[in-house]
């Protein structure tokens, strides 16, 4: 019982933890350009509380919303066809290996060219940040799926196309949703970067301008804010995930005796 | 009628080496047979049963049923694995639903053959159970009960009860010799045990160590309905197990003196 609460109480002392560490740091080093973790926390609320600001953060993830879904819808089928095909995958392949170590933020002034600095460039950007991992674990799941599952459905009827769906699909599940879950992370880096290199709205925005204006608790504030929200979203994915693959979780249902 | 026709398997393994499974195998199984291959172990039983199935296609031969040639799976032959191969993000009742669904059968009626079915290989109470959550033996009824639920013509037994106890086993023989006498299935049948083949078969097909051939054919006559209790006394029944015994004696000494 006592462990149980202690776990649950474990994140927040945590939190609380690396604040009292932020907080005696600032005060050793005393420089202007490192506020006080009272006073970065004092410009949370206010950040929160302009109407301008919080039009912004919305902007932002609107972005990023569109952008993770189109993604998905993008790299779940491609990399489980690369999974189950050998040509699929040795045509795409090649293509990944390029992409997958260039910073997609690093495209941002190419793509910006082709597409202005609209709302467009920013999501094109975190599409292939989320993309990449995605396509990977699909691509993984996928070549894993035990053949003699497909072969139990080919005997029922199912044909190639349905296979793909009803089989490789959910039995590649709990690998797809990892990938996810790294894509979703990415897709928050990517998003304030975008916006770093794209100034015009924004939570990236709001930050870069206040550290250009020196307004350094705001740029702290605003760290607070994405870190909270790179939480949150984790969370309700991690959330999402383990109600979604409940079958595969090791021993979901074993009581933990030694606890 | 499934006619195996002069059939060879090789198998080139991730090495690049030509690795012959099956060497030029002929047998004719008549419709509603019930047909046990013996043999052992990697002398190619599995696979022969895959070719039947369709899902792997022979490199030599051709494999027919009802006189055409098996080009790939169908709900005709219905195959109960070795691995088993349960859908793991399905329940018992999800698995044992998803081929009468798949041929479609209406949700209710389905789930009330499903749920006769799970109870006859012994799982009532296990409907909501995920596979991860079954024991071996258990996993393996599911598996029989989820090709069963079909209605396959021909059934592609691979060991199907490997994992039961003495018990359960022979509940399930007796099991499957009712299905098999009232919906007069053809049933080719890959077991380890002489007494099971005997007591199940009409024939019985003994194959020798890799690369796998047939070694002999032997009719099981014995008459029908066929009582555990009375065969086990019955001189004859007696007389074809020690023969077969015998006779995959014979096959492993082979083995072991090349
Ligand atoms: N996909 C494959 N690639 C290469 N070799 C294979 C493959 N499948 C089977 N073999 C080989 O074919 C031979 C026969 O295998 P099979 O699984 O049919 O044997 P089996 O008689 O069913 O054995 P067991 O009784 O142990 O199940 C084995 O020597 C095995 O190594
Ligand atoms: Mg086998």
Same mark, same amino acid.
């Given at each position: 019982m006592?462990a149980?609460?202690l776990?649950?109480l474990?994140?927040?002392?945590?939190c609380l933890g690396?604040l009292?560490?932020?907080?005696?740091?600032?005060?050793m080093?005393n420089?202007?350009s490192?506020?006080?973790?009272i006073?970065?926390v004092?410009?949370?609320p206010l950040?929160l509380?302009?109407r301008?600001?919080?039009?912004n953060?919305?902007?932002?993830l609107?972005?990023?919303?569109?952008?993770f879904a189109?993604?998905l819808?993008?790299?779940?089928?491609l990399?489980?066809?690369m999974?189950?095909?050998?040509?699929v995958?040795s045509?795409?392949n090649? &293509?990944?290996?390029i992409?997958?170590p260039?910073?997609? @933020?690093?495209?941002?002034p190419i793509i /910006? #060219? *082709?597409l =202005?600095?609209?709302?467009l460039?920013?999501?094109?950007?975190?599409?292939?940040g989320?993309? &990449?991992p995605?396509i990977?674990h699909?691509?993984?799941? @996928?070549?894993?799926?035990?053949?003699? /599952? #497909? *072969?139990s =459905?080919a005997?029922?009827?199912?044909?190639?196309?349905q296979r793909?769906?009803?089989i490789v699909l959910?039995?590649?599940?709990?690998?797809?949703?990892t990938?996810?879950?790294?894509?979703?992370?990415?897709a928050l880096?990517?998003?304030v970067t975008?916006e770093?290199?794209a100034?015009?709205?924004?939570?990236?925005?709001?930050?870069?301008?206040?550290?250009?204006?020196?307004?350094?608790?705001?740029v702290?504030?605003?760290?607070?804010?994405?870190?909270?929200?790179g939480?949150?979203?984790d969370?309700?994915f991690?959330k999402?995930r383990s109600r979604?693959?409940r079958?595969?979780?090791?021993?979901?249902?074993?009581p933990l005796?030694?606890? | 009628m499934?006619?195996?026709?002069h059939?060879?398997?090789?198998?080139?393994?991730?090495?690049?080496?030509?690795h012959?499974a099956l060497?030029?195998?002929?047998?004719?199984?008549?419709?509603?047979?019930f047909?046990?291959?013996?043999?052992?172990?990697?002398?190619g039983?599995?696979?022969?049963?895959?070719?039947?199935g369709?899902?792997?296609?022979?490199?030599e031969?051709q494999?027919r049923?009802k006189?055409?040639?098996?080009t790939?799976p169908?709900p005709d032959?219905?195959?109960?694995f070795q691995e088993?191969?349960?859908?793991?993000?399905k329940?018992v009742l999800?698995?044992?639903?998803?081929?009468?669904?798949?041929q479609?059968?209406?949700a209710a009626?389905?789930?009330a053959?499903?749920?006769?079915?799970?109870?006859?290989?012994?799982?009532?109470?296990f409907?909501?159970?995920?596979p991860?959550?079954?024991s071996?033996g258990m996993?393996?009824?599911?598996?029989?009960?989820r090709?069963l639920?079909?209605?396959p013509?021909?059934l592609?037994?691979?060991?199907p009860f490997?994992?039961?106890?003495?018990?359960?086993?022979t509940?399930?023989q007796n099991?499957?010799?009712n299905?098999?006498e009232?919906?007069?299935?053809?049933?080719?049948f890959v077991t380890?045990?002489v007494?099971e083949?005997v007591?199940l078969?009409?024939k019985v097909?003994?194959?020798?160590?890799?690369?796998?051939?047939?070694?002999?054919?032997?009719d099981i006559e014995?008459p029908?309905?066929r009582?555990?209790?009375e065969l086990l006394?019955?001189p004859r029944y007696?007389?074809?197990?020690?023969?077969?015994?015998?006779m995959i004696?014979?096959?492993s000494?082979?083995?072991?003196?090349?």
């Amino acid at each position: 019982m006592m462990a149980r609460a202690l776990s649950h109480l474990a994140p927040l002392l945590a939190c609380l933890g690396l604040l009292a560490i932020w907080q005696a740091g600032s005060l050793m080093l005393n420089t202007e350009s490192f506020p006080t973790a009272i006073e970065a926390v004092r410009a949370v609320p206010l950040i929160l509380g302009d109407r301008e600001s919080v039009i912004n953060i919305l902007d932002s993830l609107r972005r990023m919303a569109i952008a993770f879904a189109a993604a998905l819808l993008f790299a779940v089928p491609l990399g489980l066809m690369m999974g189950r095909s050998r040509l699929v995958a040795s045509f795409f392949n090649p &293509l990944l290996m390029i992409t997958y170590p260039v910073p997609k @933020a690093a495209l941002m002034p190419i793509i /910006m #060219l *082709w597409l =202005g600095v609209g709302d467009l460039a920013k999501m094109l950007v975190i599409f292939l940040g989320v993309s &990449l991992p995605v396509i990977y674990h699909s691509f993984q799941g @996928a070549r894993a799926v035990e053949e003699k /599952m #497909l *072969w139990s =459905g080919a005997a029922m009827g199912l044909s190639a196309p349905q296979r793909m769906i009803r089989i490789v699909l959910p039995a590649a599940l709990p690998e797809i949703l990892t990938g996810c879950r790294t894509g979703l992370v990415l897709a928050l880096i990517t998003m304030v970067t975008s916006e770093m290199i794209a100034r015009q709205s924004g939570a990236g925005n709001i930050l870069f301008n206040s550290l250009d204006m020196g307004q350094y608790d705001t740029v702290y504030a605003m760290i607070i804010i994405i870190g909270a929200m790179g939480i949150g979203l984790d969370a309700a994915f991690e959330k999402l995930r383990s109600r979604l693959v409940r079958w595969s979780e090791p021993g979901f249902d074993i009581p933990l005796s030694f606890a | 009628m499934i006619e195996i026709d002069h059939v060879s398997q090789t198998f080139r393994t991730s090495g690049r080496q030509a690795h012959l499974a099956l060497s030029d195998i002929s047998l004719t199984i008549e419709d509603g047979a019930f047909v046990s291959i013996l043999g052992p172990s990697g002398c190619g039983k599995s696979t022969l049963l895959y070719i039947v199935g369709g899902f792997v296609s022979p490199t030599e031969g051709q494999a027919r049923v009802k006189g055409r040639a098996i080009t790939g799976p169908g709900p005709d032959r219905g195959p109960v694995f070795q691995e088993f191969a349960l859908f793991p993000w399905k329940t018992v009742l999800g698995n044992v639903m998803y081929g009468p669904r798949q041929q479609g059968v209406k949700a209710a009626e389905a789930e009330a053959q499903s749920r006769r079915l799970i109870e006859m290989v012994g799982l009532k109470g296990f409907e909501n159970f995920y596979p991860k959550e079954l024991s071996g033996g258990m996993k393996q009824r599911v598996a029989l009960a989820r090709t069963l639920a079909y209605h396959p013509a021909v059934l592609l037994m691979d060991e199907p009860f490997g994992a039961l106890d003495a018990h359960t086993r022979t509940r399930l023989q007796n099991d499957l010799l009712n299905i098999w006498e009232r919906d007069r299935k053809t049933v080719l049948f890959v077991t380890h045990s002489v007494d099971e083949a005997v007591f199940l078969s009409d024939k019985v097909v003994v194959m020798t160590r890799a690369p796998g051939r047939i070694k002999e054919i032997i009719d099981i006559e014995l008459p029908r309905p066929r009582r555990r209790a009375e065969l086990l006394l019955d001189p004859r029944y007696q007389k074809y197990v020690v023969e077969i015994e015998r006779m995959i004696d014979d096959t492993s000494e082979d083995g072991l003196r090349p």
